[in-house]
């Protein structure tokens, strides 16, 4: 549980970064017009490490692969669009409704795992992070619903996807590698014809692009890390606590002290970690 636990905050910490980090981006660029340079920056990151694991390879682990990247590509897609619509922190904020999704898919895929789940923690932090959600959004949440909906559900499939990989001997690299670099050959066919838009794109942010790419593998290694030899649900539950470090963020570079609303939150956050301990 520990481990499952130490591996969502770390996570969380690096997510906060990405979203921080892709909302720049996405204030001077169109944010589809970045999903193939940012996947192309994840690639790149990872590709050194690919030589410290061996290669497993099964019908099973290559379904797996591919449908993990198809889930990763939706996730990717959801998020991006709700850049369009809100600040760093509701971005955060949608993606904490993924422990329901973590949660669906552990109860379909991995019976075995939910009936250790610890259902009450989970809930309370989810309910702590959804509490922070107050006037994050500049639209109408209704009309948002689908795309949170979508991110949600794929998010925490993820997780999942991770431990059904782990559970067929696959290592964390090739577990995040191969998604990565399916997903970057699907966006590279699929934006082909905006390759002058990209280089332009490189060329003028592509260290901040780069920058991006690395705190978002780190992100992600860390959820396939803790879900692989954990308990994936309370992996991506800890993980989906990015907001309060964006929240942090916010009150020290503006000075102001946080309303009760995002105290209590964060109470109640506390308060659900605690319960999660053994």
């Known amino acids: 549980m520990y481990l499952s636990i130490v591996s969502g905050i770390f996570s969380a910490f690096f997510n906060a970064l990405t979203i921080f980090q892709t909302k720049q981006l996405t204030k001077k660029y169109r944010s589809r017009s970045l999903v193939g340079p940012l996947f192309v920056a994840n690639l790149i990151i990872v590709l050194p490490l690919t ?32 850049y369009d619509f809100g600040q760093a922190p509701a971005i955060a904020t949608a993606e904490a409704l ?6 669906l898919g552990t109860i379909l895929l991995l019976p075995s795992l939910a ?11 989810v309910s702590g992070v959804i509490f922070l959600i107050g006037s994050s959004f500049n639209q109408s949440m209704k009309f948002l619903f689908i795309r949170i909906g979508l991110l949600a559900i794929s998010e925490g499939l993820f997780t999942v996807v991770a431990r059904l990989l782990a559970n067929e001997n696959v290592g964390i690299i ?34 901040a692009i780069l920058k991006r790419g690395l705190t978002n593998s780190i992100h992600f290694l860390f959820v396939i890390y803790g879900s692989s030899f954990g308990i994936p ?5 800890l993980s989906s606590t990015a907001p309060l470090f964006l929240h942090l963020h916010f009150y020290i ?14 109470l109640v956050i506390i308060l659900g970690i605690y319960f999660l301990m053994p």
Request: charged fraction near 15%.
């Open 115 to 125: 009936e250790k789940s610890p259902i009450i923690p989970i809930l309370l932090i």
């Open 233 to 237: 649900v309370v992996t991506q539950t």
């Open 98 to 103: 993924s422990p329901f999704g973590a949660i």
């Open 174 to 207: 090739q577990n995040y590698f191969f998604r990565v670099l399916i997903i970057t050959i699907f966006f590279s066919m699929s934006y082909s014809s905006k390759l002058n838009e990209n280089i332009k794109l490189w060329k003028d942010d592509g260290l």
């Open 253 to 266: 570079t503006t000075r102001k002290f946080p309303s009760l609303r995002p105290l209590l939150a964060v």
């Open 51 to 82: 030589i410290f694991e061996s290669w497993i390879f099964t019908p099973k682990i290559i379904l797996l692969h591919f449908f993990g990247a198809f889930i990763g590509a939706i996730a990717t897609l959801m998020a991006l669009d709700l």
